[in-house]
């Protein structure tokens, strides 16, 4: 598996759990369907994270957001866009943890994603091998201006050119 952000490749410091068997681990990561059990084995100097299906039902995800570290989105194909549309309810819905995009996405979603609200991106070798990680910053940087506000660093074109505006510059 490759793990990357907007800067590139990163080490992944979650560790995966079978089951919901999280003793001994500072940065455990469950399937969704462990969670509750999870939940109430999880000391307080622990951080939890989940791995969701993109089709779960954000009414039933909104419940825990606040005990998570990490949700990390499942996306079965490249072209089940799912999991941007979750990615958006869960940011609206407040949470300020990491959110991870995982599965075989390619580097042309990499801006998209990251304007949805996804902070990371993990691959499964097969996806990593295809696509290098300078192609995958290659792609995220060619975006710098969106038309629709998102979670990303930069406001949206309208949003700087009000601004231009407002401070007597040219648009």
């Given at each position: 598996?490759?793990?990357?952000?907007?800067?590139?490749?990163?080490?992944?410091?979650?560790?995966?759990?079978?089951?919901?068997?999280?003793?001994?681990?500072?940065?455990?990561?469950?399937?969704?369907?462990?969670?509750?059990?999870?939940l109430q084995q999880k000391s307080r100097d622990q951080r939890l994270g989940v791995i969701?299906?993109?089709?779960?039902?954000?009414?039933?995800?909104?419940?825990?957001?606040?005990?998570?570290?990490?949700?990390?989105?499942?996306?079965?194909?490249?072209?089940?866009?799912?999991?941007?549309?979750?990615?958006?309810?869960?940011?609206?819905?407040?949470?300020?943890?990491?959110?991870?995009?995982?599965?075989?996405?390619?580097?042309?979603?990499?801006?998209?994603?990251?304007?949805?609200?996804?902070?990371?991106?993990?691959?499964?070798?097969?996806?990593?091998?295809?696509?290098?990680?300078?192609?995958?910053?290659?792609?995220?940087?060619?975006?710098?201006?969106?038309?629709?506000?998102?979670?990303?660093?930069?406001?949206?074109?309208?949003?700087?050119?009000?601004?231009?505006?407002?401070?007597?510059?040219?648009?």
């Amino acid at each position: 598996m490759l793990l990357l952000d907007k800067s590139g490749a990163k080490a992944d410091v979650w560790t995966r759990s079978e089951g919901a068997a999280i003793d001994n681990i500072s940065h455990a990561l469950v399937a969704w369907e462990a969670l509750p059990e999870a939940l109430q084995q999880k000391s307080r100097d622990q951080r939890l994270g989940v791995i969701v299906p993109n089709n779960v039902s954000i009414a039933e995800l909104k419940l825990v957001l606040r005990q998570l570290s990490l949700v990390a989105v499942s996306f079965p194909s490249f072209s089940d866009g799912r999991g941007f549309s979750l990615a958006k309810l869960i940011r609206n819905h407040g949470f300020t943890g990491t959110l991870r995009a995982s599965g075989p996405l390619i580097a042309d979603q990499f801006a998209y994603a990251i304007s949805c609200g996804f902070d990371e991106i993990e691959l499964p070798d097969a996806s990593a091998g295809r696509q290098p990680v300078e192609q995958w910053l290659k792609a995220v940087a060619q975006i710098s201006h969106g038309y629709q506000r998102g979670y990303g660093d930069n406001r949206n074109i309208l949003d700087q050119r009000r601004a231009a505006r407002a401070a007597g510059g040219a648009v």
